[in-house]
């Protein structure tokens, strides 16, 4: 009896107990891919929408060079793992030919309507060693049963008309819109009998939304997760869309929550999300999508990068361009690592467990670790180098598959003899990047500051980056003054006005030049006279509010009057009133443009916050020649998605309209709670 009593104890010993919510072998395979590819496509690549109303003419959608080998290509030479498509946007438009809608590319011009957009992706994936995803948005504005009991047995007919036809699916993307239908009524989703469909046909395939429950929104559409972030969630009593937990909470997650659901970090390599011409300058840079990666794969999360394909059905070539740049810096950052020079020690680790070894953390094996006692919630892990060392990247993954544990940590370098503290930060999780300037030393150390339960971490690694030198900034003031900035150290700027590519011999920035009646301003930043090059940024500018006034307001909250939407700078707003008496839509602004001017259109930007931003989402614009006689509005509608994607939003009319004063009506807002509106600025088009 005593042997047996021996014999348990000794085996008890060598266990790590799980710790809380725990990822399923799915999710585990899912948090290893870390970077694929979103693909927005369908009749808004042809009308300039981000969301459709239901109403197109099915025929407009004709990418007649369509080649989803090219995307799949794309994709695995970006480095990226898998392809998640738009099946189904929320204008109901199907890239397969659905016998549950009459709205989908067999009514379409393309290919004489005998084509499918999944069967060809599924079978390029397949071909490039990709996984393949689906996006079906519950939310239908064409079909005529939306808004009806009816409608979500309707739309579980489509998921198991996809889920059935195409191969594994490894992730179905489902988001929360529930808007008006044709007949102007919303349902009341059924997520459960949508789930077990999903999982009916595809067992394996992890479901994207608010609330998981495979993995979870991140909050916002900027691509960055909390630098706290948890891959537990509390779920009871949430559900996707409106009944979602707070932005804030999707951000971070829970501490201790119910659930294993990580977050996701949707963002766009342009502005919107579907193919626009008028965007093709606007290709983020190689240091936008860098802090984008440190941002979501840094921090335990996962990036899906928004690629839309143009109209003729390809990845445009400076989106392509741009993620192959991406890629060669990520590998030349993570080629390295610095860590397996080191000796590797630990100041406690568990023992009788032959799988707990310090060396784990260095064997570039995520499956394997070193671990604590059972009563020890901190410890320290020190690399010590023969020669001195130069870094800026720090790479830390726990072992998730026994639960996310680590609470905050530090790290230390020894410098001029002495430990100092070079960073500190919170959640591990998957992984976590830390970076910083370079740090020179012979010794590093990890300190574990505090635990939910000992610390399992299976990866320590260090990385030198190289330098990447800052895409310039472009702005321009009230009066139509350009400047030119850049935060990479002393790089001279160049520029051009007449639309080609700045070069080194181009014009070089010396200060803020006049630029009142607009024009197109390109910029690089240059070093090592001429030898290092920035990536080119693009600004177009219409004509500058100098002499423009407001004239009328629906009142305004304190320090916030109509003057700042209209000051140049974005960063300043007019808020409304936000009193409880006078804090309800409508609001309207008032501009004085103070010379009579054929206007082609307009532009608003909102405040770049998810909440409490005032977003404007209905709205009139109207043009008057006397500031009191206003007619028609030359032009309304909604700013779609703009409470999660709050970018510049342009407005172009359908015919030109000619006047001296503008008004701006906001008839509801993005947010329902937020009964008030805001403007950073508001601009006029006159090209």
């Given at each position: 009896m005593a042997g047996l009593c021996s014999t348990l104890a000794t085996a008890h010993a060598q266990e790590i107990a799980p710790y809380g919510a725990l990822p399923s072998k799915a999710q585990l395979a899912w948090q290893d891919m870390e970077y694929y590819m979103f693909i927005h496509l369908g009749p808004n690549t042809f009308t300039d929408n981000e969301w459709g109303h239901g109403d197109e003419d099915p025929k407009v959608f004709n990418p007649s060079q369509l080649d989803a080998r090219q995307w799949a290509r794309t994709a695995k030479l970006a480095g990226m793992k898998a392809i998640i498509i738009t099946a189904k946007h929320h204008d109901g438009f199907c890239l397969w030919p659905s016998k549950y809608s009459t709205h989908t590319v067999r009514e379409s011009a393309w290919?004489?309507?005998?084509?499918?957009?999944?069967?060809?992706?599924?079978?390029?994936?397949?071909?490039?060693?990709?996984?393949?995803?689906?996006?079906?948005?519950?939310?239908?504005?064409?079909?005529?049963?939306?808004?009806?009991?009816?409608?979500?047995?309707?739309?579980?007919?489509?998921?198991?008309?996809?889920?059935?036809?195409?191969?594994?699916?490894?992730?179905?993307?489902?988001?929360?819109?529930?808007?008006?239908g044709p007949n102007g009524k919303k349902p009341v989703y059924d997520w459960d009998l949508f789930h077990n469909t999903v999982y009916k046909n595809q067992p394996n395939a992890i479901i994207f939304s608010d609330?998981?429950?495979?993995?979870?929104?991140?909050?916002?559409?900027?691509?960055?997760?909390?630098?706290?972030?948890?891959?537990?969630?509390?779920?009871?009593?949430?559900?996707?869309?409106?009944?979602?937990?707070?932005?804030?909470?999707?951000?971070?997650?829970?501490?201790?929550?119910?659930?294993?659901?990580?977050?996701?970090?949707?963002?766009?390599?342009r502005p919107g999300w579907f193919y626009s011409a008028s965007t093709n300058y606007k290709v983020k840079s190689v240091q936008h999508l860098l802090d984008i990666y440190y941002g979501s794969v840094g921090r335990n999360s996962n990036m899906l990068l928004n690629v839309p394909v143009d109209r003729r059905g390809l990845i445009y070539s400076t989106d392509s361009i741009r993620l192959m740049e991406f890629r060669r810096f990520r590998e030349a950052t993570f080629k390295n690592n610095l860590a397996l020079k080191a000796k590797v020690t630990a100041t406690v680790t568990r023992k009788n467990?032959?799988?707990?070894?310090?060396?784990?953390?260095?064997?570039?094996?995520?499956?394997t670790y070193w671990a604590t006692p059972d009563n020890e919630l901190k410890g320290?892990?020190?690399?010590?180098?023969?020669?001195?060392?130069?870094?800026?990247?720090?790479?830390?993954?726990?072992?998730?598959?026994?639960?996310?544990?680590?609470?905050?940590?530090?790290v230390e370098a020894l410098i001029d003899g002495a430990f100092k503290e070079i960073a500190t930060a919170t959640t591990i999780g998957h992984k976590r990047i830390l970076s910083f300037p370079?740090?020179?030393?012979?010794?590093?150390?990890?300190?574990?500051?505090?635990?939910?339960?000992?610390?399992?971490?299976?990866?320590?690694?260090?990385?030198?980056?190289?330098?990447?030198?800052?895409?310039?900034?472009?702005?321009?003031?009230?009066?139509?003054?350009?400047?030119?900035?850049?935060?990479?150290?002393?790089?001279?700027?160049?520029?051009?006005?007449?639309?080609?590519?700045?070069?080194?011999?181009?014009?070089?920035?010396?200060?803020?030049?006049?630029?009142?009646?607009?024009?197109?301003?390109?910029?690089?930043?240059?070093l090592d006279k001429g030898?290092?090059?920035?990536?080119?940024?693009?600004?177009?500018?219409?004509?500058?509010?100098?002499?423009?006034?407001?004239?009328?307001?629906?009142?305004?909250?304190?320090?916030?009057?109509?003057?700042?939407?209209?000051?140049?700078?974005?960063?300043?707003?007019?808020?409304?009133?936000?009193?409880?008496?006078t804090a309800k839509y409508p609001h309207e602004i008032q501009v004085d443009l103070?010379?009579?001017?054929?206007?082609?259109?307009?532009?608003?930007?909102?405040?770049?916050?998810?909440?409490?931003?005032?977003?404007?989402?209905?709205?009139?614009?109207?043009?008057?020649?006397?500031?009191?006689?206003?007619?028609?509005?030359?032009?309304?509608g909604d700013f779609a998605n703009i409470a999660n994607n709050p970018v510049t939003q342009t407005v172009r009319f359908n015919n030109p309209a000619k006047g001296?004063?503008?008004?701006?009506?906001?008839?509801?807002?993005?947010?329902?709670?937020?009964?008030?509106a805001s403007v950073a600025e508001l601009g006029v088009l006159t090209k």
């Open positions: 290919k004489n309507g005998k084509g499918d957009v999944l069967k060809e992706l599924s079978v390029a994936c397949k071909e490039y060693g990709l996984k393949f995803g689906v996006y079906l948005s519950p939310w239908d504005r064409n079909h005529p049963a939306y808004g009806t009991p009816e409608y979500n047995q309707v739309f579980s007919n489509t998921l198991n008309e996809v889920l059935s036809s195409y191969g594994p699916v490894f992730e179905q993307w489902f988001d929360g819109a529930n808007g008006e609330v998981g429950p495979g993995c979870r929104w991140v909050g916002n559409e900027d691509g960055i997760a909390g630098t706290t972030n948890w891959a537990t969630l509390n779920v009871a009593g949430f559900t996707p869309g409106k009944g979602a937990p707070a932005q804030s909470v999707l951000n971070e997650g829970n501490m201790n929550g119910e659930k294993w659901i990580p977050a996701e970090c949707d963002v766009s390599i467990n032959t799988k707990v070894n310090v060396r784990n953390l260095i064997d570039g094996n995520n499956k320290s892990i020190r690399l010590t180098f023969a020669a001195p060392v130069v870094f800026n990247r720090v790479v830390l993954q726990e072992y998730i598959a026994l639960g996310q544990r680590v609470k905050s940590f530090s370079d740090v020179t030393t012979t010794q590093v150390r990890i300190n574990i500051l505090d635990a939910l339960a000992c610390p399992v971490i299976s990866e320590v690694q260090l990385y030198k980056a190289p330098g990447l030198l800052a895409v310039p900034v472009i702005s321009r003031d009230k009066q139509g003054n350009v400047s030119i900035t850049c935060s990479s150290h002393d790089p001279e700027l160049h520029y051009t006005l007449d639309g080609t590519e700045p070069k080194f011999t181009s014009p070089k920035y010396t200060g803020p030049f006049p630029l009142p009646d607009g024009g197109i301003v390109k910029a690089k930043a240059f030898k290092q090059a920035s990536a080119m940024i693009t600004t177009i500018f219409d004509i500058a509010p100098a002499k423009w006034k407001v004239t009328h307001t629906d009142g305004h909250a304190k320090g916030f009057d109509g003057e700042k939407a209209i000051d140049g700078d974005p960063e300043t707003f007019w808020n409304s009133s936000v009193k409880p008496d103070s010379d009579v001017l054929t206007l082609t259109g307009f532009t608003y930007t909102p405040r770049h916050l998810v909440t409490q931003s005032g977003a404007i989402y209905k709205y009139a614009f109207y043009v008057s020649a006397d500031g009191k006689h206003w007619g028609d509005p030359v032009a309304q001296r004063f503008i008004r701006l009506v906001a008839v509801a807002p993005a947010n329902e709670k937020e009964q008030w």
